[in-house]
């Protein structure tokens, strides 16, 4: 068969910086424990990582789903999606069906957004 690949990035604040400005910081996290340890943590999020890719590729995203939509911070929250095929819109977050997709309402209409750079912010 075709061979696949994907990459996968994760974003880690251990700690935020201190000239950090205030309003950046609001609706910033990080982990800022005295007690974090990147190389244990790296390796426990590899570890982790490895196990759900594995549970992945055996059965697809369905039986990952509902932890995803337990753990997703824009679900039914008013959004800013872009995208590279578009301008910027305006719409709601219903968070993702059986298959991965973003589910994006706007004007009423939910779609299913299934490919391309896409970033979500709040509204």
């Not at 890719?53 to 697809?60: K, Q, T, V, W």
């Not at 578009?86 to 939910?110: K, S, T």
Request: charged share 20%.
């Amino acid at each position: 068969g075709v061979p696949h690949a994907a990459v996968i990035g994760i974003g880690v604040n251990l700690r935020l910086p201190p000239e950090m400005p205030d309003d950046l910081r609001a609706t910033s996290a990080a982990l800022d424990s005295p007690d974090a340890e990147e190389n244990g943590l790296y390796a426990v999020l590899l570890a982790e990582l490895l196990a759900i890719l594995e549970r992945f590729g055996a059965s697809g995203f369905a039986p990952l789903s509902s932890d995803w939509l337990a753990r997703h911070a824009f679900q039914n929250a008013s959004v800013l999606l872009a995208s590279d095929f578009g301008a910027p819109r305006h719409g709601i977050c219903r968070g993702v069906d059986a298959d991965g997709a973003l589910l994006f309402e706007a004007g009423g209409r939910v779609e299913r957004v299934l490919s391309g750079e896409v970033s979500l912010r709040p509204a």
